[in-house]
């Protein structure tokens, strides 16, 4: 069990460490405010693969292929995030039809191995990694993170607890 099972949010200071590369998927995160770069260790140090503003998403690879993180994640500024343990990411799997899951695995094996290739290519070019978010994209986000804010934990409690 986690070690909560509804979604929170959670403040971070510029430098802290969200996530770690090499450890078990235990949340997804969704930025509100702030930013965070996404980090991957590499033959030459760290390789920056991604700054991520609100309405970006991290965490998600490591729950749906229960694989190690592929990558750190720090607060490059005063951030919130909202984070959602991996029981409710499982029960939505869970109850999606087997295809799109397939899919969703498939998709992060791609992202993983262009990771590590991008990994290569940055640290030889010192492209920055910025990762826009489309505007569909971001208004759907954010309507999640409304709702997020606005449902009644207990009714998290119950999804998260399988109800």
């Keep these: 069990m986690p070690e909560h099972a509804v979604p929170r949010d959670r403040s971070y ?3 802290d460490v969200i996530l770690c590369e090499e450890t078990a998927g235990k949340h997804l995160y969704i930025v509100k405010r702030g930013r965070v770069r996404v980090v991957k260790r590499a033959r030459g140090g760290e390789t920056v693969l991604g700054e991520l503003g609100p309405g970006n ?3 998600e690879m490591a729950l749906i292929d229960k694989r190690l ?3 750190s994640v720090i607060a490059i500024e005063a951030t919130v995030c909202i984070e959602l343990p991996c029981v409710l990411i499982e029960d939505l799997l869970a109850r999606s039809n ?3 899951s397939a899919m969703l695995r498939i998709l ?5 191995a262009a990771n590590e290739t991008i990994s290569g290519l940055r640290e030889r070019s010192g492209d920055s990694g910025e990762v826009p978010v489309d505007k569909i994209t971001e208004r759907h ?3 999640i993170v409304r709702k997020l804010e606005d ?3 207990i009714a998290w409690d ?3 607890a399988g109800g």
């Design 13 to 15: 200071a510029a430098g």
């Design 57 to 59: 998403l991290f965490g």
């Design 69 to 71: 993180r592929s990558a």
């Design 98 to 100: 087997p295809w799109v």
């Design 108 to 112: 992060v094996l791609r992202l993983r």
């Design 141 to 143: 986000l954010r309507r």
């Design 151 to 153: 449902s009644d934990a």
């Design 158 to 160: 119950r999804m998260g």
